[in-house]
């Protein structure tokens, strides 16, 4: 069964201007352990998808389900972990009292909060920083534990809504190979939301191109890279071949309206 | 030899005075205490010749009836020490602070220490309830969507009536009630202070980005969850800015509160007494006590808001 399932799934917002098709038949099966990549430009619906799944936004066409639930009692269910864009740290809680801010709000005990705070934090490479507040942290540092925070409670799904879309490129590979190692190490199943063709193809076993006006799927990308990725990967032939269909596929997206 | 000594020593001496001043008057420049002390200083100028100006026409009265013509310094000295001046110099006031305050004891009815407190006590009362009042207020308004169509125009209105024209009629319907004293004053302190508290609480509960309030609802957040979690540290900020304001309309609000009730303590009831045996010194220095209580009391908070940041984690 589909961790996340869409069957002609469609939103469109009503505004002033008359109605924006965000996402229009979206048709899209996402299977448990998978890293699926969600690429396109701006207005291509790909974080109105990820935010249709976690029920922040109710769809207007079509079906969803995920766990086999509505995103509603998915969420109820806290089906998955969402990583935004900004690390949307609580500046008066120190790094340790924020990754157990989820925790407290789902009553876990005092001690199993503890022990969860202290694996997720090492598993992001951040030990010896939890008594720290965000503003004393790094930009990169500050999604990772934005990320230890999504993963401190038991969801097998993590959706990621360009989370290192604001970091330079060094610190973004850095996190890149580290959420490689964390996904294979914890077998979540990932979608994650980006505008960069090398991060996408880097990350992923599945790419799902997108357009905008109106937002649509234009091309689903099997990634035959194996699950092992070192950086240099990125130099190789099969990784090239990949990031020019992605390119190709939203070129075509896009059409003239560039 | 002797000479050179003597030399070498005038010299060393003079170096030091001058690197002394030299030294406090760079740290006057690079800190804020010439700027603070200019202003200070230009106040203090612009006050006195106030008072030469508004006090001239009595001392060429006086000087009139008695026949005697004024020199520039005699008018000066004239209009710095009348019994009851228009506008009484800086140091008249100082000094009729200095005696009510040092010179009597603290208990007495001739103490602005005393007058001080009634009106301090009141204030107190009065910014707790509005604070309480104003919060309360603010949380509702945010946490349910008819609160905020139906309250909010009233807290607006409220504060449209001139609190002269409502004062008296508080004082007077808590009177027939039985409540007189402390509490009428109060309830006037409060009317005054919950307004700034409430529209800075209702902002600040709103503060939060989407964001974090998207964030709180895929971790599935009560409503409660995410008021106290979310919404209250951060209109922390918001609070302490509003309770500022609110605890100087409180003290506001105590005066008005008394000067209608024929209040025979209190700085409000000083100030009334003074205007009415034309005792302008006895004026300004209950204006000038109340300035300084004011200035305590929202040093006070500030105080707080400094405690309350660094324990949150947040230095400012």
């Known amino acids: ?56 936004e109710q769809p207007t066409a079509g079906t969803i389900t995920v766990n086999g639930m509505s995103p509603d009692e998915a969420r109820r269910n806290r089906a998955y972990g969402y990583v935004f864009q900004a690390a949307g740290l609580f500046p008066w809680r120190s790094i340790e009292r924020n990754i157990r801010l989820p925790l407290e709000i789902m009553g876990y005990g005092r001690d199993e909060a503890r022990e969860r705070t ?33 993963l401190a409670f038991d ?23 580290q959420l490689l190692a964390l996904w294979a190490r914890t077998g979540k199943t990932i979608g994650f939301v980006t505008h960069s063709i090398p991060e996408a193809v880097y990350l992923s076993t599945r790419i799902v191109v997108m357009s905008p006006r109106p937002g649509r799927v234009t091309d689903v990308i099997e990634s035959p890279l194996p699950q092992e990725r070192p950086l240099h990967i990125r130099e190789s032939h099969d990784f090239l071949e990949i990031a020019a269909r992605v390119r190709d596929g939203l070129r075509a997206g896009i059409g003239d309206d560039i | 030899m002797t000479s ?58 006086q000087a009139g009836r008695a026949g005697v013509e004024l020199g520039p310094v005699d008018l000066v000295a004239a209009t710095w020490s009348q019994d009851r001046p228009r506008l009484p110099a800086p140091h008249q006031v100082g000094a009729e602070l200095w005696r009510t305050t040092m010179e009597v004891a603290p208990t007495s009815r001739r103490s602005l220490v005393y007058h001080a407190w009634i009106t301090l006590s009141a204030t107190a009362v009065g910014f707790g309830l509005g604070a309480l009042l104003g919060v309360v207020l603010a949380a509702s308004i ?21 609190i002269l024209a409502i004062a008296p009629m508080i004082i007077v319907v808590l009177a027939s009630l039985g409540v007189t004293g402390l ?19 209702v902002k600040g509960l709103r503060s939060p980005e989407p964001m974090l309030m998207d964030q709180m609802r895929t971790w599935n957040a009560s409503t409660s969850q995410t008021f106290w979690k979310l919404r209250w540290p951060a209109a922390v900020p918001y609070l302490f800015a509003s309770l500022k ?10 005066i008005i509160g008394e000067l209608p009730t024929g209040a025979v303590a209190g700085l409000g009831a000083r100030m009334l007494s003074g205007s009415y045996f034309g005792q302008t010194v006895q004026i300004w220095s ?8 004011a200035a305590c009391l929202v040093g006070a908070v500030g105080l707080v808001e400094r405690l309350t940041k660094r324990a949150m984690g947040v230095v400012a």
């Open chain 1, 1 to 56: 069964m589909a961790v996340i399932e869409a069957r002609g799934l469609g939103l469109t917002f009503q505004t002033g201007d008359g109605p924006v098709h965000a996402l229009t038949d979206v048709n899209l099966a996402i299977e448990k352990g998978d890293f699926v990549t969600f690429i396109g430009p701006s207005g291509c619906g790909k974080t109105t998808f990820l935010r249709v799944a976690a029920d922040l």
């Open chain 2, 183 to 201: 509490m009428p004053k109060a309830v006037i302190s409060m009317y005054l202070s919950f307004f700034p508290v409430a529209v800075g609480m």
């Open chain 2, 4 to 61: 050179e000594a003597g030399v070498s020593l005038r010299s060393v001496a003079s170096g030091a005075g001058v690197a002394g001043p030299a030294r406090i008057g760079r740290r006057l420049v690079q800190g804020n205490a010439l700027p603070v002390l200019t202003v200070v200083a230009a106040l203090v100028v612009i006050w006195y010749a106030g008072a030469v100006w508004l006090n001239a026409p009595w001392a060429y009265d």
């Open chain 1, 118 to 150: 202290t694996r997720v934090l090492e598993l992001v490479e951040l030990t010896g920083f939890e008594k720290k507040y965000p503003w004393q942290l790094s930009g990169g540092m500050q999604q990772r534990a934005s990320i230890a925070r999504a």
């Open chain 2, 286 to 293: 209950a204006l000038v006590m109340a300035a300084i209580l």
């Open chain 2, 245 to 254: 304001v609110g605890v100087a309309a409180s003290l506001v609000g105590a």
């Open chain 2, 142 to 162: 945010v946490l349910n969507r008819a609160m905020d169509a139906s309250v909010m125009p009233w807290v607006i209105a409220s504060q449209t009536i001139p």
């Open chain 1, 155 to 177: 969801a097998d799904i993590l959706l990621m809504d360009e989370p290192f879309g604001a970091l330079d490129e060094i610190v973004r590979d850095k996190l890149n190979e």
